[in-house]
């Protein structure tokens, strides 16, 4: 519920945007559905889904999920229970924000620039870390189910986030929100407004060279970054990651230079990182 909300934070579609969304929609299976004109897609396949509904392919190659999300939202729940070749052929798309697909006699590159939301239990049961203690995994099939995704593809997901078990009474009592969808979808159209007029792209999607030029840090972040560099064992994809987030951290906060404390934050989301050491 809280992934196909995601949509609504996000500023619409450009023309430009649109018309791409509308273009890979045109050339697939389903063909183009002018009722979803301008909106930003959101695709979220089954766990069985095969690499080609996923990735793309087929004869002639058509779009797959991937695409189809393009300039949108890609949820995959249940993320370890996926084919984990259909997850590792995710990487490139995820760094990338385009997919090559090669058949015998065909060749076909389709955009797949997408927000990446996924969803996985802590162990086969569910049950892991809750208080009420019914969890009766075993640490080794805890452990082999996490390890179904592979570092490469973790190292591409910026942001990790436990969310710990609602007991009933929070889901009955009926809070007042404390910012509305439209205040946030405000914050997140000024914060990309912002990086647009600095870098002419998302921090996002931002190269190594771009990532040195804009992503400065104060001394004593950087210090707090190689100390977690070091005891994270992180790559130097998540290193890059980590800045580009803590980035955009700093600039929701109106801030020029990245301090320590926006550092601090984009690393307390690497939770899984710290799970594998
Ligand atoms: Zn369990």
């Known amino acids: 519920?809280?992934?196909?909300?995601?949509?609504?934070?996000?500023?619409?579609?450009?023309?430009?945007?649109?018309?791409?969304?509308?273009?890979?929609?045109?050339?697939?299976?389903?063909?183009?559905?002018?009722?979803?004109?301008?909106?930003?897609?959101?695709?979220?396949?089954?766990?069985?889904?095969?690499?080609?509904?996923?990735?793309?392919?087929?004869?002639?190659?058509?779009?797959?999920?991937?695409?189809?999300?393009?300039?949108?939202?890609?949820?995959?729940?249940?993320?370890?229970?996926?084919?984990?070749?259909?997850?590792?052929?995710?990487?490139?798309?995820?760094?990338?924000?385009?997919?090559?697909?090669?058949?015998?006699?065909?060749?076909?590159?389709?955009?797949?620039?997408?927000?990446?939301?996924?969803?996985?239990?802590?162990?086969?049961?569910?049950h892991a870390g809750n208080p009420s203690g019914n969890c009766r995994c075993t640490p080794d099939q805890i452990h082999r189910y996490r390890n179904r995704l592979s570092g490469p593809l973790l190292d591409r997901i910026d942001m990790h986030v436990e969310l710990p078990p609602i007991s009933y009474d929070e889901l009955a009592i009926d809070q007042p929100p404390t910012e509305t969808s439209q205040q946030v979808a405000i914050r997140v159209a000024t914060t990309q407004q912002r990086q647009i007029a600095r870098g002419n792209k998302l921090n996002a999607h931002l190269g190594t060279r771009e990532i040195e030029l804009h992503c400065q840090t104060e001394t004593a972040g950087q210090q707090l970054l190689a100390t977690a560099v070091d005891k994270l064992g992180l790559s130097a994809r998540a290193y890059h990651r980590i800045l580009k987030l803590a980035r955009t951290i700093a600039d929701l906060d109106n801030q020029s230079t990245i301090a320590e404390r926006h550092l601090a934050e984009a690393i307390g989301f690497r939770v899984l990182d710290r799970h594998r050491h």
């Not at 273009?23 to 930003?40: D, F, I, K, Y």
């Open 1 to 126: 519920m809280l992934a196909s909300r995601m949509i609504g934070l996000l500023p619409p579609l450009t023309d430009h945007e649109a018309l791409e969304t509308a273009v890979v929609q045109s050339v697939s299976h389903a063909g183009m559905n002018p009722e979803t004109w301008s909106q930003r897609p959101f695709h979220a396949p089954h766990h069985t889904a095969s690499a080609v509904a996923l990735v793309g392919g087929g004869q002639p190659p058509g779009p797959g999920e991937i695409s189809l999300a393009h300039n949108g939202v890609l949820f995959l729940d249940e993320l370890p229970e996926f084919n984990r070749a259909v997850l590792e052929s995710l990487r490139e798309p995820l760094e990338s924000g385009t997919i090559r697909i090669s058949r015998a006699g065909h060749q076909a590159e389709f955009p797949a620039r997408f927000q990446l939301i996924a969803a996985m239990n802590p162990c086969p049961c569910g």
